[in-house]
């Protein structure tokens, strides 16, 4: 049977067409800009915003006209939504699409400060900067342990229950032995365990592991108000009453202006989280251990061939990633709160997302949990200065950022190859 050469086949080339991702995200930027600019402008006042890089009105501070800096920033905004219309070099799209973002947020807070009631129109940059980083904290843990556990191939959805199951255990043992090192641990023990069982169901038994994810957050947040109702709810000296843990100052480098407070004047869980980022990144990329778990998540079975024990691997991981999240639920009731029922209240979720959105990496994780603090810090400063927008919708404003981050700015991203795919010796 004769055959027909293909060597000399031309193949059309696919074009991508104008309307790529970046023009699409120009166009809505350049609308935002313009928005911005007349809206924000016309709405803003003659006072001005001060930016004060303190804890108070007092001090150094960075003071611009509310109506000119509206106007100003907006064009900024502006003119990054045009050049990303007009196609600007792809090493260039984030660079630019940072500024136009910053620009768009920073004529709207030009707008709130200046219109604020006198003696409130001005934003203390070191509260803003800390309570960023507190926001973010059990969302910095909680997009670690969803980096642990899909850098090995098994989606963590249960994310929410970890961080719910060691806020309680923290504050229940915190509270029976008065210590805040056991409930430090009694918390990393109670995330671990909502990790076990995601790690039994999901690795031996092959369950759907999203499935499992939500009936696992389930499973805590019913267990947890069961046990608040019946012990914290009814005796709560003896039951819900946990140590604090206190603040450690860093002499020198807490005097740095806005960044010293803000970094260097913190509790155990601001260090730690940080610490652990960057031992996760540097084990992750730099190690024996960080190889094998990349090369289980993406391709288990020549893993598998080369010596790598692909289930047990998963298995501790699983369970590291329930003690990280863990510890990151203790960061409510170890260092701000009593435990309360769904004290959490969907922060799990967001931390999935930062996780997406950070590109499952431990620093782009951690970028992205401070972009999602940044928008909840937002909205209690701007509750605080009276604003005229409903309340409601400051209360929406993480969820809302973490919409548009993962609908719209995230754009096409690559999981693990093997990530939610059980795997089954041969």
């Not at 507190?134 to 969803?146: H, S, V």
């Not at 024990?309 to 409510?332: C, E, P, Q, T």
Request: proline content about 4%.
């Amino acid at each position: 049977m004769s055959t027909m050469a293909v060597d000399d086949v031309a193949v059309a080339p696919v074009h991508e067409g104008f309307w790529t991702r970046n023009r699409k995200i120009g166009v809505v930027l350049l609308a935002l800009g313009l928005l911005a600019a007349i809206l924000f402008g016309a709405l803003a006042t003659d006072e001005q915003a001060r930016f004060t890089l303190s804890e108070d009105a007092e001090g150094a501070a960075l003071a611009v006209d509310g109506t000119i800096g509206a106007i100003v920033f907006g064009v900024l905004a502006v003119v990054a939504g045009a050049a990303l219309l007009a196609g600007v070099p792809k090493r260039w799209f984030t660079t630019v699409l940072a500024v136009g973002v910053v620009g768009f947020v920073a004529s709207f807070l030009c707008w709130q400060v200046s219109a604020a009631p006198a003696g409130q129109n001005f934003m203390p940059m070191v509260n803003i900067v800390r309570g960023t980083f507190i926001l973010a904290l059990p969302l910095i843990f909680g997009a670690l342990a969803g980096v642990l556990c899909e850098r090995s191939g098994v989606v963590n959805v249960a994310i929410e229950g970890q961080l719910l199951m060691g806020a309680f255990a923290g504050a229940l043992f915190g509270t029976m032995t008065g210590s805040v090192w056991v409930g430090l641990v009694a918390a990393a023990i109670g995330g671990a365990f909502i990790s076990l069982l995601l790690a039994v169901f999901a690795i031996r038994y092959l369950v759907d592991q999203v499935v499992i994810g939500i009936v696992l957050n389930l499973l805590a947040l019913g267990l947890t108000g069961f046990l608040y109702e019946r012990l914290m709810q009814t005796d709560t000296q003896s039951y819900n009453q946990p140590p604090r843990f206190g603040t450690w100052a860093i002499p020198v480098l807490e005097d740095i202006p806005v960044i010293g407070p803000a970094l260097f004047r913190g509790n155990i869980f601001l260090y730690l989280g940080l610490v652990l980022v960057l031992v996760i990144h540097v084990a992750l990329f730099r190690t024996r251990w960080g190889l094998r778990t990349r090369a289980v998540g993406e391709h288990p079975t020549a893993a598998d061939t080369l010596g790598v024990k692909v289930l047990a691997l998963r298995y501790r991981n699983v369970i590291l990633a329930g003690m990280v999240a863990g510890i990151g639920g203790a960061s409510y009731t170890l260092a701000l709160y009593t435990f309360t029922k769904n004290m959490i209240g969907g922060k799990g979720f967001i931390a999935l997302a930062a996780l997406i959105f950070g590109r499952w990496s431990p620093t782009g994780a951690l970028l992205a949990a401070l972009f999602f603090g940044f928008a909840d810090q937002l909205g209690t400063y701007l509750g605080a200065i009276n604003s005229i927008i409903p309340s409601q919708f400051l209360a929406m404003l993480p969820y809302l950022a973490t919409m548009l981050a993962v609908a719209g700015l995230v754009g096409k991203v690559r999981a693990p190859a093997a990530d939610g795919k059980p795997y089954i010796k041969g």
